[in-house]
């Protein structure tokens, strides 16, 4: 559930180092203040936690080579829509659409909101329910504003990936400057450790999501043979750095069981080491940063609802725009009332975020299963095809790359509950649809036409 906050740069020749900070600035986000206490509780023992991260640096790197390689040779501004359709023919591509409106990008959106309500609560406490509330109203206030046509600039959204940064650099240092073990969690969640690694790898890799958008840089760059690779080696690799310097700073200061029972650990730390004054001064920083990546998404999301409604004309309505603000009203009302459900149903659960990644996961592995066999079926199929950039030790990187996704497809299968099999549903609730897609000018299949070169 990949969505990050900075946005595409503008078409010109990019540099290595213009890649890594674009790379960069798209995968850190707010997950990791809220994903180590899961993953050490589906991990049994230090070295796993350690190893589950950077072992998904490696599988973010196979997969940002493979989306490079399907980006360059297939430039298109649907990204996987439009990979999925030449690949496999536009009914799939369209249900890809569905999911992607009614399950990953609603339950992204859900997810983001309960790790703002996890810290606003540490701020303003609202009683037991009280993330779920912080949560919700949130999605309205944010709902509403983009109704209302209002768009953020991109020195903001600058700004917000600084403000990530020096949180965790802020957030880690103060993880080595404690004595190990020593802090408590002031926000408990409850500890429990289940030994499932593959779940473990869902929220890592979900905390690495990103790299997929970075991967469209290929179309962007000079010499792109050349660059794109060590843009996208040098990028994960800082990452896989960064993250594990924070991860090992919270695993010092807390200890595994500690950090297993931690609700928000990054304020428990500041709190530990500064008090209620420092506990609040990061817990306020997380919640606009999660304000930031929450108005993305909520922007962005409405996109997929908009284009399904283009595309399948029983939905049309919500392919309208508000004459004055040009904002696609009705997408924006349906996914802010879907997310308003989906915080309902995950406040009735242990861990609101943790059902969101159950919600999501399935369904956002399963299609990206989808992607990545596509680079196979593309090489078979085109062999003489211009390809600026091909992905390094093929066929064994991609081969990488699927056994990865299947794996995990598997894993958000077996290791998660009610929230995977509702996400499946509502995918499935969408196939009537197929029916009613809107057919291309002169019978025209949207797979077969050559893409914008």
Known sequence: MPVK?????????????DGVAFMVGIIFGIGIFKTPPLV?????????????????????????????????????????????????GRPLAVLFAW???????TGAIAAVAFVYGDYAQAILPLGS??????????????????????????????????????????????????????????????AHGSAAFGMAMVLVLLTYGGWSEAAYLS??????????????????????????????????????????????????????????????????????????TLNATVATG??????????????????????????????????GGLALMLILFGSLTRDGFQAMVDFTAPV???????????????RTREPDRTRPFRVPLYPATPILFSLACAGLLYASLAYTGTGALVGLGVVLAGLPLLLFIRRPPDGEDLALRAPAE
């Open 219 to 292: 179309g962007e760059m000079q010499d792109v043979g050349r660059t794109i690779k060590r843009t996208l080696i040098i990028g994960t690799v800082t990452v896989v750095l960064v993250y594990g310097l924070f991860n090992l700073a919270l695993l010092n200061a807390f200890g595994l069981e500690g950090l297993r029972a931690s609700q928000a650990p990054a304020a428990d730390l500041m709190g530990a080491l500064f008090g209620q004054p420092g506990e609040a001064v990061l817990a306020l920083a997380v919640c606009i940063m999660a304000v930031s």
């Open 364 to 378: 956002f592995w399963g299609f990206l299963l989808l992607v990545s066999l596509s680079l196979f079926l593309f």
């Open 302 to 335: 409405a996109r997929a609802f908009h284009a399904l409604g283009a595309d399948v004309p029983v939905l049309g309505f919500l392919s309208r725009a508000d004459l004055r603000t040009s904002a696609p009203v009705a997408a924006l009302a349906l996914q």
């Open 99 to 105: 999911a992607r409106g009614m399950v990953i990008q």
């Open 5 to 17: 906050k900075a946005r595409r740069p503008a078409p010109g020749g990019l540099s290595v180092v």
């Open 40 to 88: 050490a509780a589906n991990v049994g023992g230090e070295a796993a936690f350690v190893g589950a991260w950077l072992l998904g640096g490696i599988v973010t790197l196979a997969g940002a080579l493979c989306y490079a390689e399907l980006a360059a040779a297939h430039p298109d501004r649907g990204g996987e829509y439009h990979f999925l359709s030449r690949a496999y």
């Open 129 to 190: 329910y009280g993330a779920a509330l912080h949560a919700g109203l949130m999605v309205v206030a944010l709902t509403a504003l983009n109704m209302a046509g209002t768009r953020r600039s991109s020195l903001s959204q600058r700004l917000f990936t600084l403000l990530t940064l020096l949180a965790i650099a802020i957030v880690a240092a103060a993880g080595f400057l404690v004595e190990a073990g020593t802090v408590q969690p002031a926000t408990t969640a409850g």
